[in-house]
């Protein structure tokens, strides 16, 4: 268990040495959830009394905020696993499977360093969302909402592993991400109400953990719960998808690197 | 005990036998060169000696570990340096060690002092803040060679070493390897394309082609197994093997090997032999277009026992390759 938890700190020092030195990256991948707060929050801001009908008194770029946090997170983190192929390409997977570290610690270390940059990345979102005007109730909740992004990351990372350690390309990595995060965003009340959407798709969404990452976030932000869905069942729900995927990745990646690449 | 064993050992993937039935044991402390063609079983060995791959049957050992049964004992005893370089690019010198050392559970209270010995070992002690974006290929392959010594490995497996690099930076490793072999006297188990650098290099030599293992030795002993002179020869002619024939009966020569219009004769009497070839051309009314005498070099013990040329192979496997990462890149 002890090693364990130092290998995977050897490949999460490794991981996030990495994106520190490739700094480039960081202010792109924030143009795109930028985008979303600015054009999406005003575009859709005459919705305001559907939002308030379900028990919102603030603007609809308030309500949103939150989902597009978690947007960030879910884009930044299911990308981030892509650098498995690389590493798969050019050797340093090889390096690895050759020392004495197990393919667990692997697989946990690329998550870890995920979560944090997702955080990261998430936190600046925040930051934009302040600088627009976003009113926050309570500063001191950014922390606690840190931690529930650190953790929601952790999981969906996982996908992302997953998804690298089986797909033997690019272009199948791409492509299965692709078809996954947009759907696992839209499936949510990231944009608008549960209450509001039709049975079936409220249905589909109780089915998603993202569904319960937005409630929760929202809720720290705003304090008003949707839905009946209560903070705890949401940290549950998160919690379960995190250990899962924990499990799931650490065993998908440990079968699918000791096959021939 | 032998530091590196296999016995019977054979991988197939599908119907194609990449390794059949090998069996050969490497002595402790020894440089043994493993040599063949591209597709010649290779790097499926390495790959299965090193616990990338599992075999389909028969065992191989490592350090007196099975490397199935015992992969993460195998995993301590060994270091694996790759024909790629695998070094981190935006990571300095001096942090590529560090990560080696981690992965390889270098105690703490040592990573510092081994990390100070090996730069100093390999000359980079000056570079080793640098980004590895800014070293050489040679440099490159220095630090690769380092992370796989830091830990003291007992065998220590180099994949083509100096593939890529020009002949100054290439011997340059040369001398590297020998003095990292002196110094820690571990065994190495080396693969390559080049003669001369298992010639330079290797106490023994095992040839390998379609998947089989065709001879092991000494450099020397294959060299002087082969007559101790080789002539070269090319000449025209309607009925060549008429030629081959007679020449078969000249005493002194021990072997020909014949690729269309050019000869290689190897003999321990150059210089008596080649007037009796001339005799029997001009019988048989032969053209003889060029001729040479020369020392046999492992390159010629090569294609004796494999009847193909390695560069030939490389240069289409390489362009392949090449084109290969090309697409990769694009994508």
Redesign the interface.
């Known amino acids: 268990m002890n ?1 364990l938890m ?2 995977t700190y ?1 490949v999460f ?2 991981e996030l ?2 994106y520190k ?2 700094r480039s990256g960081v202010l792109i991948r924030l143009i795109q959830p930028a985008i979303w707060i600015i054009v999406i929050g005003n575009t859709f801001s005459g919705t305001q009394p559907l939002i308030q009908s379900v028990g919102f008194d603030g603007e609809y770029i308030e309500f949103m905020a939150p989902g597009v946090i978690v947007l960030t997170a879910i884009f930044t983190s299911i990308f981030g696993g892509v650098n498995t192929l690389w590493d798969r ?4 997977m ?8 197990s393919r667990s610690s692997i697989a946990l270390g690329k998550m870890s360093a995920i979560s944090l940059i997702s955080a990261m990345q998430s936190s600046l979102i925040i930051g934009i969302a302040l600088a627009i005007g976003v009113s926050f109730p309570n500063l001191f909740m950014i922390a606690p909402i840190m931690a529930i992004v650190i953790l929601f990351s952790l999981g969906f990372s996982g996908i992302s592993v997953i998804v690298a350690a089986t797909a033997k ?3 199948t990595f791409w492509g299965v991400i692709n078809f996954l995060g947009m759907p696992l965003f839209m499936l949510s009340p990231a944009l608008f109400p549960l209450e509001l959407l039709p049975d079936w798709l409220a249905t589909i969404a109780k089915f998603n953990p993202v569904t319960y990452t937005v409630l929760l976030v929202r809720e720290m932000m705003t304090g008003v719960s949707e839905g009946g869905i209560s903070a705890f069942l949401s940290i549950g729900v998160i919690a379960v998808f995190v250990l899962v995927m924990i499990g799931l990745a650490s065993y998908v990646f440990t079968r699918e690197v ?1 096959k ?1 690449f | 005990m032998y530091s590196v064993e296999t016995r019977s050992l054979s991988k197939t ?1 599908g119907a194609v036998k990449a390794v059949n039935d090998i069996s050969f044991a490497v002595e402790s402390g020894e440089i043994f060169g493993f040599l063949g063609p591209n597709g010649a079983g290779k790097s499926t060995t390495i ?1 299965i000696l ?5 075999p389909t049957s028969g065992q191989a050992l490592v350090s007196g570990f099975d490397v199935v049964t015992h992969a ?1 004992q195998v ?2 005893s ?1 270091g ?1 340096v ?1 024909q ?3 070094v ?1 690019e ?2 300095s010198g001096r ?1 590529n060690l560090l ?2 050392a ?4 270098i105690p703490k209270d040592q990573i510092n002092k081994r990390i100070d010995e090996i730069l100093e070992l390999i000359e980079l002690t000056d570079k080793q803040n640098d ?1 590895v974006v800014t070293y050489s290929g040679g440099m490159r392959k220095r630090l690769d060679i380092a ?1 796989g010594l830091l830990h003291h490995p007992k065998v220590l497996f180099l994949d083509e070493p100096t593939v890529g690099l020009d002949i100054q930076t290439r011997r340059k490793i040369w001398e590297y390897i020998k003095k990292i072999h002196k110094e820690f006297e571990m065994t190495i188990f080396l693969t390559t394309h080049y003669m001369e650098e298992a010639d330079q290099l290797c106490d023994r030599i095992g040839i390998i082609d379609h998947g089989q293992i065709q001879i092991i030795d000494t450099p020397e002993n294959m060299k002087n197994a082969m007559g101790n002179e080789v002539i070269s020869l090319k000449f025209e002619s309607k009925n060549p093997d008429d030629f081959l024939t007679h020449l078969h009966k000249i005493e002194y020569i021990k072997k020909i090997n014949k690729d269309n219009d050019k000869l290689t004769i190897f003999t321990s009497n150059g210089t008596q032999v080649i007037p009796e070839i001339f005799k029997i051309s001009s019988l048989l009314e032969i053209k003889i277009i060029s001729i040479s005498l020369t020392q046999p070099t492992l390159d010629d013990v090569f294609i004796s026992y494999t009847g193909r040329e390695m560069r030939d192979d490389d240069v289409g496997f390489n362009r392949k390759r090449e084109h290969a990462k090309m697409k ?1 890149l694009r ?1």
């Open positions: 090693s130092y290998d050897t020092w490794r040495k990495r030195k490739s390409r050019y050797g340093f090889n390096k690895a499977l050759t020392s004495p570290i390309s690019q272009e000791n021939p | 993937f790959m090193t616990t990338l791959l599992k993460k995993r301590q060994i694996y790759q790629e370089s695998t981190d935006y990571l942090e990560l080696q981690r992965l390889n559970h980004s992370g990769r994508a």
